[in-house]
């Protein structure tokens, strides 16, 4: 798959997420406040808010919504490193600040404001970094790891030693670098 596609695949469901997501969410508020606060928790009351809850539109559009969301999430997942779409994801806080004020009404201070746009610009910079496809990202770092491991042991099969080179050397108990490590060994049996 070209690289344009990949992106353009990439923000189609980053976009997906953040609408279906913040969208999920905040009607399942609103289907929460449209039920009212649960004070009491009797097994009896628990049930008859059961009932109201999973009899209330804005509670089943939300967790349709939520299904959405987690369909786009995991297909994303599928390609794209976690690294970088749960930080690009996070522009979603804005949206639900935004569907909070208009949906539900709520009052947002400057502060909160404040917060989001430092969310945004987190995300901005995130944005600017490429989604590392999942495969090619990880391969090529695991194949640069296996070539200097080989370098090194040919190195070390050249100068005479073995197959790990110079880097391992036996400590001796009484050796002075084997002193942490003679706290953490086994005690024969019959020391106190």
């Known amino acids: 798959m070209s690289a344009k596609r990949l992106r353009t695949k990439t923000y189609l ?4 997420m953040v609408l279906f997501g913040s969208l999920g969410n905040v009607l399942l508020s609103r289907g929460m406040k449209e039920t009212g606060e649960i004070l009491d928790f009797s097994p009896l009351a628990l049930a008859a808010v059961f009932g109201k809850v999973f009899t209330n539109g ?3 559009f939300g967790i ?3 299904l959405i969301f987690f369909v786009s999430y995991l297909l994303l997942l599928s390609w794209a490193d976690f690294s970088y779409v749960q930080p690009a994801s996070a522009v979603g806080y804005a949206l639900v600040a935004l569907l909070g004020y208009f949906m539900l009404g709520e009052f947002i201070p400057l502060t909160r404001w404040t917060g989001v746009v430092l969310i945004c610009a987190g995300v901005a ?6 989604p590392s496809p999942s495969g090619s990202g990880r391969r090529d770092s695991q194949r640069a790891g296996a070539r200097e491991a080989q370098a090194r042991q040919g190195e070390a099969s050249r100068n005479g030693e073995g197959p790990r080179g110079a880097e391992l050397e036996t400590l001796t108990p009484a050796s002075p670098e084997a002193a942490p490590y003679r706290a953490c060994a086994p005690r024969p049996k019959g020391r106190g």
């Open 58 to 60: 804005s509670i089943w």
């Open 13 to 16: 469901l980053l976009a997906l």
């Open 125 to 130: 910079l995130v944005g600017r970094t490429e």
């Open 64 to 66: 349709s919504s939520l």
